[in-house]
């Protein structure tokens, strides 16, 4: 797990490469229980892609992690464009979590 200020951290990787967008990572969040919900917005930190921001929301999925049994699943594909850098926000906070795409 990666965190920035132990409060939201990372499952998995915080880097893909642009031709493999079916996958994702998942976001954790402390104290997140099943039925949560987060509104996910990613801002574009790089000038590749088209979109300045994407934004979705997410409900908890059970995946047993260091803080608790739920995680949020991160999808690669809305944000993936090829060398291009995001911001993660979850619920209007910056999580201090940044995803890259590669080539």
């Not at 499952?11 to 976001?27: F, H, Q």
């Not at 790089?46 to 995680?71: L, M």
């Not at 594909?77 to 209007?92: E, H, M, T, Y």
């Amino acid at each position: 797990m990666i965190t920035s200020n132990n409060v939201f951290g990372i499952v998995g990787e915080t880097l893909a490469a642009g031709d493999v967008m079916n996958g994702g990572t998942a976001l954790v969040r402390r104290g997140a229980i099943a039925g949560d919900e987060l509104h996910l917005q990613f801002d574009q930190l790089s000038t590749s892609a088209p979109a300045k921001w994407v934004e979705y929301g997410v409900p908890a999925t059970f995946q047993r992690n260091a803080w608790g049994d739920v995680v949020f699943r991160i999808a690669w594909k809305p944000i993936g464009f090829q060398d291009s850098c995001w911001r993660v926000l979850a619920n209007g906070v910056d999580t201090g979590i940044v995803l890259g795409v590669g080539r």
